[in-house]
């Protein structure tokens, strides 16, 4: 966490000074950090999940297969961080899914001009050997849009959570 919180910091240090501006001070280059914690918790929604790993994975495809969602591909990630190089990397799954109609719903709320949601959750272990379930949270991004695209986004995200009710924590 330290690592990443120097980089970001470092990053965020080099990108001030080349535009000529003033170094920001440590507590400014702090508070940047956590606004956009903020932003990212919003954004996303990061439970435990009930089930063992693989049974996660299983139980929220064929919940979503159930209720007419388009199901694809389940991204082994894992194995593409080791074949990287990552000799310590956890176990994590990626699984397209997404609520039939959604985007079409989404975009026409939105007039064509919102972008296709991203349909997918992350099943990983975490450094607290706990499993979790990562994806965005549409019920927490529809409260930051406009009228019928706030509608729209809500419904999706209801029927988010109703898919999700019985795996997460």
Do not use: H
Not at 71 to 96: L, N
Not at 102 to 116: L, W
């Amino acid at each position: 966490m330290k690592a990443a919180l120097l980089f970001i910091l470092s990053a965020f240090s080099a990108s001030v000074l080349a535009q000529g501006q003033p170094q920001p001070t440590p507590e400014q280059m702090q508070q940047a950090v956590l606004k956009q914690a903020q932003v990212m918790s919003v954004m996303f929604d990061l439970r435990k999940s009930k089930l063992g790993f693989e049974e996660t994975i299983s139980t929220i495809k064929s919940s979503a297969e159930k209720r007419g969602w388009k199901v694809g591909a389940v991204q082994d990630m894992q194995a593409r961080m080791r074949e990287a190089g990552a000799k310590d990397a956890k176990r994590m799954k990626v699984i397209e899914l997404c609520p039939a109609g959604a985007n079409e719903k989404v975009a026409k709320a939105a007039g064509g001009k919102a972008p296709p949601l991203p349909c997918r959750a992350t099943v990983f272990d975490g450094k607290d050997g706990k499993l979790y379930v990562m994806r965005m949270n549409l019920t927490n991004l529809a409260k930051t849009l406009p009228g019928d695209l706030a509608k729209a986004m809500a419904e999706v995200g209801a029927e988010e959570e109703a898919l999700y009710k019985s795996i997460l924590e």
